[in-house]
């Protein structure tokens, strides 16, 4: 097999290189910190954790200045992501690992779970990257210890403690000039103090960023033929439309009280807003930075959420015990101009008489307002025996609010609005959770899990409007009982080798539809299933040269049943359906490689041939062989960072780079015509300075080579229903040139 066959042949490299001596001059690079993670819910290292895991440590990506998901995602083999997951710019990005990939967190029907430490929190999510500990990516189904929206894999935000033995902080602050688009700039601070010595600490720290825009808005320009722009509305326009806001803080606390040895109390906060002047979005094509309209119809976002959570830990001998609660709430609204569709389309198409053939101002806000709570409670043994385990109970219950209209009274017919939505969601999941981990001898594990969860999910849709053709609703409730085992082996061939095999299930919730579909258009979509997968994976992760490479492989095949997929049926609405089954099959390789005194690399490559293999009659859109939607098949990625010591400290160059193959989304345009084409693209960015004392400087460019990496068609609320269609992408910050300056300090 692939796995036996590269370890094989690292393990002969390895042996040739220790027969040769062991190189020990100046020349050669030290070896490589331990990594640990937590995937299996307890602090392991990377290197022995039989899980396909990539760990992004937080001076890493300080270091890289990756401050947002897109930054450091491009780094993870064989995860992907775009738009396209639900209406809006704030709540429409989807994330698929291994190319499971579909729904939303908020209706519970993601594949891929994101968490902030214990909690999840909805995948569209961007917390900004401050002060953290880690990122850790688990790839292939996690639903055993991370629930039923961990299909693919997890992605965790993992936060740093407060530290009750020093005092330390940071101020990071950077200029930038994006081009197209101008200044902007970027500043961060925090500090640790501890208030009770070895005891009570509190740790805070607060960014503002500030992105121009780079679109233009040009409006009174009529863009359908036989339509007019009113004589009051001028031509004209306006620059840097997009510009980006966006501020936020954490404080948390440790408290570790001398009187209760093993107990620690850790609550902390959470709170970001952003908000954009218009929408960050490309028409028609990636590379178009000029957005026409007939009218002066002002767009724009808004994302404000905030996280609270306690964490209280009692550590024995024998194991730990954990208890964490949380609350997360988010408020986003999201305005888009829909007066080319409403007046050109459905005012001319559907009613009688037909509305004026001059344009009519028609907003089209959306929103949604998101409440979740969760309670955790588990058991982390650490026995001295043979056998280890965990087990836990959990709680999770979330509701959302959303809804869109077009409700300007210029575009009134009649008395009655042109369209107005409002739908309630609620689920509940309750679970139980077991793993135990067995070593009958010292260098083989056994392992199982398996977690056990009732989920319920209820469904409230009400629409009405001239354009939604009168009035519609529907009540739908859902009831699930998953089980969710997972199965794992590995065997330590001695302290630098380890193999590993797996097999897991992932399971997600079915749901219901909008009634407006039926109603509108004719469909009978009213309900869809709960899908599952099982993926089966071997691995290999070896330590070599000293300690001065660490590679990482996998391999796996995932078949997926009932997969549930998004449809955009032709009357406007989106269904999602159960579209048979498919297939995902592909490996990872990662490597850590210290080969030089200074020199640090990190690579990565993924491969992924996700496709569906077979189609239920009656279902849309869909096609045998047909690639899943937004998946790239080839991702790879390299950190470099080499530095040298001088007079005044030490110089630095830092490099990072990152491939995403081609990919086709299916998002609006089905696979019977096509779908539309995700073009391949690299990014590239440099680092050089110097760091004296507690200073750091440098000078960075970000998109060396200014692409416009198209990372998903959005889901519009209405500029698809446009003639022709308006394609609106969403595309990667153009070439950014900026200088950097970040102060450190800690006092023991």
Request: aromatic content about 10%; some cysteine; overall charge negative.
């Amino acid at each position: 097999m692939l796995a036996a066959a590269v370890l094989a042949v690292l393990r002969a490299s390895a042996a040739n290189a220790e027969a040769g001596g062991s190189d020990s001059s100046s020349d050669a690079g030290p070896s490589l910190e331990a990594i640990v993670v937590t995937a299996e819910r307890r602090s392991e290292n990377i290197q022995t954790v039989p899980v396909a895991v990539t760990a992004l440590s937080g001076e890493t990506l300080a270091k890289f200045d990756d401050e947002s998901f897109g930054d450091y995602a491009h780094l993870i083999p064989n995860l992907s992501f775009g738009t396209g997951g639900d209406f809006g710019v704030t709540n429409g990005r989807s994330v698929a690992i291994r190319g499971i990939a579909g729904g939303t967190f908020r209706e519970g029907l993601a594949t891929t779970s994101f968490y902030i430490d214990d909690t999840p929190v909805p995948q569209s999510l961007d917390p900004h990257v401050l002060d953290l500990e880690r990122v850790e990516v688990l790839r292939g189904p996690q639903g055993t210890l991370f629930g039923s929206s961990a299909m693919g894999g997890t992605v965790r935000i993992i936060t740093k403690a407060a530290d009750a033995t020093a005092v330390s902080g940071f101020v990071d602050a950077q200029a930038f000039d994006i081009h197209f688009g101008g200044v902007g700039y970027d500043v961060s601070g925090g500090a640790n103090l501890p208030l009770i010595s070895d005891e009570l600490a509190l740790k805070m720290a607060v960014f503002s960023e500030y992105r121009p825009g780079i679109y233009t808005r040009e409006y009174g320009i009529a863009t359908t033929p036989g339509f007019t722009v009113p004589a009051s509305q001028p031509v004209s326009s306006e620059s840097h439309s997009g510009a980006d806001q966006e501020y936020g803080g954490i404080v948390a606390l440790l408290y570790t009280p001398a009187a209760a040895p093993g107990l620690t109390v850790q609550p902390m906060v959470i709170y970001q807003n952003e908000r954009t002047n218009g929408m960050p979005l490309s028409d028609f094509s990636p590379s178009d930075l000029v957005q026409v309209r007939p009218l002066d119809v002002a767009e724009s976002t808004v994302d404000n959420w905030s996280f609270a959570a306690l964490t209280v830990k009692y550590r024995q001998d024998y194991g730990t015990f954990i208890a964490s609660s949380s609350t997360f709430h988010e408020v986003a609204h999201d305005n888009e101009d829909g007066t080319e569709p409403i007046v050109t389309q459905f005012g001319q198409n559907y009613l009688f008489p037909p509305l004026s053939s001059t344009y009519a101002a028609a907003p089209s806000p959306t929103y949604i307002d998101y409440t979740q709570g969760t309670e955790e409670v588990r058991f982390e043994s650490s026995f001295a025996g043979p056998l280890q385990a965990i087990v836990g109970g959990y709680y999770n219950h979330g509701t959302t609010r959303n809804g869109e209209s077009i409700t300007d009274p210029d575009v009134d017919y009649e008395g009655e609005f042109a369209f107005i939505n409002q739908q309630s969601q609620a689920n509940n999941e309750v679970a139980a959770f077991a793993d135990l981990a067995y070593k009958p001898i010292a260098p083989l594990e056994l392992s199982a899990g398996v977690r056990y969860s009732r989920l319920h999910f209820l469904y409230f849709n009400y629409s009405n409007g001239w354009a939604n053709g009168g009035e519609s609703s529907t009540v739908e409730t859902h009831d699930e009982h998953p089980v969710t085992p997972r199965y794992a082996i590995k065997y330590q061939i001695d302290p630098n080798a380890m193999i590993y095999a797996s097999a897991a299930k992932g399971f997600r919730n079915g749901g219901a539809n909008p009634a407006a579909a039926d109603v509108y258009c004719a469909t009978n979509a009213s309900e869809f299933k709960s899908d599952s997968l099982w993926s089966y994976e071997l691995g290999a992760k070896n330590t070599l040269f000293d300690g001065r490479i660490n590679t990482r492989l996998a391999v796996y095949r995932i078949d997926w049943n009932d997969l549930q997929q998004r449809v955009l049926l032709t009357c406007g609405y989106s269904v999602t359906e159960n579209a048979g089954s498919a297939t995902s099959t592909g490996g990872e390789f990662e490597a850590d490689i210290a080969p030089l005194r200074g020199l640090d690399l990190s690579v990565s490559l993924g491969y992924d041939n996700a496709k569906i293999t077979s189609v239920p009659g009656g279902a849309a859109g869909f096609i045998n062989g047909q690639s899943l939607s937004g998946i790239p098949k080839v991702t790879a990625s390299l950190l470099g960072q080499y530095s040298v010591p001088t007079s005044f400290g030490s110089a630095f160059l830092r490099s990072q780079y990152s491939f995403t193959g081609s990919s086709f989304s299916y998002t609006v345009v089905p696979s019977q015509e096509g779908g539309r084409e995700r073009a391949s693209y690299s990014l590239v960015d440099l680092h050089a300075g110097g760091v004296t004392g507690p200073w750091e400087t440098s000078l960075f460019v970000k998109n060396l080579f200014d692409v416009r990496a198209n990372l998903g068609d959005e889901l519009s609320e209405t500029a698809e229903l446009t003639n022709p269609p308006r394609p609106r992408w969403l595309i990667a910050q153009p070439r950014t040139i900026g200088l950097e300056v970040k102060w450190r300090f800690k006092d023991h």
